[in-house]
Nanobody, 116 residues
Framework: QVQLVESGGGLVQPGGSLRLSCTAS????????MRWYRQAPGKERELVAA???????NYADSVKGRFTISRDNAKNAVYLQMNNLKPEDTAVYYC??????????WGKGTLVTVSS
């Protein structure tokens, strides 16, 4: 069964950077948008960034100007470059492949901790 695998999380100091990656273990068809979500302790999961198959992207207000989402369609991969990280960015980050007319795929998450 095809899975999404996130990587790149870890502990970073405030103001630091991390680059998250999400790759599929096999071929996933009919992918429309690729998205990153996050869930902080005690909070609901929220959409952080999304990118369409055509390359259009949008971001949560809290990360605009600091995070950049990109995708590699040939590799079935999506990335999240996170700069100027803040303690409030601490969360488990999940990727999602939103598909047309069928079941979406979710990764299992990678933990990002921003702390001095």
């Amino acid at each position: 069964q095809v899975q999404l695998v996130e990587s790149g999380g870890g502990l970073v100091q405030p103001g630091g950077s991390l680059r998250l990656s999400c790759t599929a273990s096999g071929i996933i068809t009919r992918v429309n948008s690729m998205r990153w979500y996050r869930q902080a302790p005690g909070k609901e999961r929220e959409l952080v960034a999304a990118i369409t198959s055509g390359g259009s992207s949008n971001y949560a207000d809290s990360v605009k100007g600091r995070f950049t989402i990109s995708r590699d369609n040939a590799k079935n991969a999506v990335y999240l470059q996170m700069n100027n990280l803040k303690p409030e960015d601490t969360a488990v980050y999940y990727c999602k492949f939103a598909r047309l007319g069928t079941v979406d795929y979710w990764g299992k998450g990678t933990l990002v901790t921003v702390s001095s």
